[in-house]
């Protein structure tokens, strides 16, 4: 069974930058398009960056030019790059398939932004 165990998060200032981990145990197929969700709090968790088979990914409008998902296939790790970090970027961050069925969710990293 995988097993999903997220890192890197903290409190950081605005504008700030974060490099969030995603280590995954058991099989991940490397044709599983993965993802990043963020949960704020009293918010429904979103899916904001994702990264397919093939390498494609995607973001959120609201993360689109400040983050940046990555994948080490031979560490079965994923990444997400924060910049420019906002206020409104803050809550718990999970890793997960993008799409469908989901594999058991990780604890999460907190992520704070705020000044």
């Known amino acids: 069974q995988v097993r999903l165990v997220e890192s890197g998060g903290g409190l950081v200032q605005p504008g700030g930058s974060l490099r969030l981990s995603c280590a995954a145990s058991?099989?991940?197929?490397?044709?599983?398009?993965m993802g990043w969700f963020r949960q704020a709090p009293g918010e429904q968790r979103e899916l904001v960056a994702s990264?397919?088979?093939?390498?494609?990914?995607n973001y959120a409008d609201s993360v689109k030019g400040r983050f940046s998902i990555s994948r080490d296939l031979a560490k079965n790790t994923f990444y997400l790059e924060m910049n420019s970090l906002k206020p409104e970027d803050t809550g718990v961050y999970y890793c997960?398939?993008?799409?469908?069925?989901?594999?058991?969710w990780g604890q999460g990293t907190q992520v704070t932004v705020s000044s």
């Open positions: 997960n398939r993008a799409l469908g069925w989901k594999f058991p």
């Open positions: 058991g099989m991940i197929f490397s044709t599983e398009s």
């Open positions: 990264i397919t088979g093939e390498g494609t990914t």
